[in-house]
């Protein structure tokens, strides 16, 4: 895959998470929208993520392992940013599993509203049943604030923001455009 159809990079940091690696990866090959590229981040696991992570990199193209010494998550997902290169960026901890139409979904709605951020909902996984994070909010609820007063209330009022946006304050459930990443020199 060349970066001319790369266009989500999904940069996964891995530590010791073999019990929950594959279904994660599983979620990411299984997404309706194909033109992404996984960073798969291993951060000196001693565990089989090593192997996991290269068994998914020989079996698909769009994945791509890079082995390191234990330097910590926010070193890892530096590294990915480092080796991305999408017009977008998702990271998802590799204990996340995404909805089959998780990014297709993701970029529609940044296509059709032209924006430079999109996040999503969550919901807890529990023995095969979603719990979801809270019922879902009126469609243009989010969509109202203007930027500045987004930005404002993420600072200062992170609790209220949580409530139609409870994915603002973590790196996961969003993707971003790589170009506001590059140009702000944006890092961990």
Request: glycine share 4%; aromatic share 10%; net charge negative.
């Amino acid at each position: 895959m060349n970066a001319n159809t790369t266009k989500v990079s999904i940069i996964v940091p891995i530590f010791n998470v073999e019990y929950y690696l594959t279904e994660c990866l599983e979620s990411i090959i299984n997404q309706s929208f194909r033109e992404f590229e996984a960073i798969l981040i291993d951060d000196g696991s001693s565990d089989n993520s090593p192997a996991i992570c290269d068994h998914y990199c020989s079996r698909d193209n769009r994945f791509h392992v890079f082995h390191d010494s234990n330097h910590g998550v926010s070193n890892a997902r530096n590294t990915g940013l480092s080796k991305a290169r999408g017009e977008w960026i998702m990271f998802l901890d590799a204990d996340d599993v995404l909805d089959s139409r998780a990014l297709e979904e993701m970029i529609n709605a940044a296509a059709s509203e032209d924006i430079d951020i999109v996040g999503c909902s969550f919901g807890y996984l529990y023995k095969n049943t979603i719990i979801p994070f809270a019922e879902r909010v009126s469609e243009n609820e989010g969509m109202l604030l203007e930027h500045e007063k987004l930005i404002h209330n993420m600072l200062f009022f992170p609790e209220m923001v949580r409530e139609y946006y409870p994915t603002c304050l973590v790196p996961w459930g969003k993707i971003i455009k790589r170009r506001i990443i590059v140009e702000n020199s944006l890092q961990f």
